[in-house]
């Protein structure tokens, strides 16, 4: 059952960091990065959120 859990928030993970990608190479974002320096905060937080789901995730599935 851990192992569906650990593979579901690793999908989900993914899913984030590819929506994240997306998002940051966007029209909008890449706007708002020349004017303030800054990807938009959309693009930082499926990034994050992407990373921290992965991560727990793969620990999830390696874990014995």
Do not use: C, H, R
Not at 18 to 36: I, P
């Amino acid at each position: 059952m851990n192992k569906i859990l650990g593979l579901a928030i690793l999908v989900a993970g993914v899913i984030l960091l590819y929506f994240g990608y997306t998002e940051y190479n966007s029209t909008a974002s890449q706007v708002t990065e020349v004017v303030t320096g800054n990807p938009t905060d959309n693009a930082i937080w499926f990034l994050v959120g992407g990373a921290v789901a992965a991560i727990i995730g793969l620990g999830v599935l390696l874990k014995k």
